[in-house]
Structure formats: C-alpha cells, structure tokens
C-alpha cells in the first residue's frame, strides 16, 4: 500500500491560562470556616449559648461569604486571564503508525 502524504492541516488557536473555580470556591468556604470558628471559640461570648452552635451559625454566614469572595476572585482571575491571551498557527502532525482497529 503506497504512502500518500496529505498536507499538515493548520490552524490558529488562541492560549490562555483560565482559572478553575471549583477549587476557588472551597477555598473561599474553608477560609470562611476558619475565621468562623476563630470568632466562636477565640472571643468571648454569652454563655446562654452553646459555642457549638455558635460555630455553626458563624460558618454557615462566613462560609458562604468567603465561597462568594472566592468566586470574585475567580472570575477577577479570568478576566485578567482574557486580557493576556495569546494567538499562536499550530499544525497537525501525522502518525507515524497507522492506527490499528483489531482490539487489541
């Protein structure tokens, strides 16, 4: 079987660092959580109320609060990420070996 050579296909493409915001957003809330808990077990407080419960209001608040301030910085992130994107050509190479179908 003779061997053709196609031509190396060529596009442009556009590269740039996009932040992930999942890992922001847990960031955010554990950030929150442990400003939470420095708030219900470091400072004094009533003592008609449970300092478990305490934190757990505290970090419902601080937790979703700090999820959001992560989130900000995410899409900050992405944003600056936009303005520092790249154009570049790249092209296809071709196989060396021809892919083999028998499942294998």
């Not at 190396?8 to 847990?26: D, H, M, N, Q």
């Not at 400072?43 to 301030?69: K, Q």
């Given at each position: 079987?003779?061997s053709?050579?196609?031509?190396?296909?060529?596009?442009?493409?556009?590269?740039?660092?996009?932040?992930?915001y999942?890992?922001?957003?847990i960031?955010?809330?554990?950030?929150?959580?442990?400003?939470?808990?420095?708030v219900?077990?470091?400072?004094?407080?009533?003592?008609?109320?449970?300092?478990?419960?305490?934190f757990?209001?505290?970090?419902?608040?601080?937790?979703?609060?700090?999820?959001?301030?992560?989130?900000?910085?995410?899409?900050?992130?992405?944003?600056?990420?936009?303005?520092?994107?790249?154009?570049?050509?790249?092209?296809?190479?071709?196989?060396?070996?021809?892919?083999?179908?028998?499942?294998q």
């Amino acid at each position: 079987m003779p061997s053709e050579e196609t031509p190396a296909e060529r596009r442009e493409v556009t590269i740039r660092r996009a932040p992930k915001y999942v890992p922001f957003l847990i960031l955010g809330a554990l950030v929150g959580a442990a400003a939470a808990a420095v708030v219900a077990y470091a400072l004094p407080g009533d003592e008609s109320f449970d300092r478990g419960a305490v934190f757990g209001f505290f970090m419902v608040m601080f937790g979703a609060g700090g999820a959001v301030l992560g989130a900000a910085a995410a899409l900050i992130l992405d944003r600056r990420s936009v303005k520092r994107q790249e154009r570049a050509v790249v092209e296809a190479v071709p196989d060396s070996e021809p892919d083999d179908d028998t499942g294998q």
